[in-house]
């Protein structure tokens, strides 16, 4: 009687890698950047008082915008367990689950 051979999982990156390495990873996700910058506060600040890219100001709001994002993203991700987080659309992948943190981070955003 011969034994089940499981196949071996496919992961294929294109997108932008923002966490982690595909050189070694357990588990993977997704999010979406757009859709979660829309919801962090200094990403807010800008679009409702409509400050202009040319401005200082702007510059260090999106910085700061940066910086929850990556802090929110990191703390989810380890939280699930998640070590190589991508943009949305940028992993195509067979026999590996590919989480999505998206409403997640949302949820806790709002």
């Known amino acids: 009687m011969g034994h089940a051979i499981k196949p071996l999982p496919i992961v ?11 050189l070694g990873f ?12 829309q919801e962090l506060p200094s990403w807010k600040v800008i679009v409702k008082n409509k ?15 940066n910086n929850e994002f990556r802090r929110i993203m990191e703390k989810v991700a380890f939280e699930h367990k998640v070590d190589l987080v991508v943009v949305s ?15 997640t981070i949302l949820r806790r955003l709002r």
């Not at 294929?12 to 595909?22: I, M």
């Not at 357990?26 to 910058?37: G, H, M």
């Not at 100001?57 to 910085?63: A, C, I, N, S, T």
């Not at 992948?93 to 999505?100: E, N, S, T």
């Open 26 to 37: 357990t588990n993977i996700a997704v999010v979406d950047r757009k859709e979660i910058f």
């Open 51 to 65: 400050i202009s890219r040319n401005s200082a100001r702007y510059y260090f709001l999106l910085k700061d915008a």
């Open 89 to 103: 659309g940028g992993v195509t992948a067979m026999g590996v689950r590919v989480l999505d943190l998206t409403e």
């Open 12 to 22: 294929r990156v294109t997108g932008t890698v923002l966490l982690g390495s595909t």
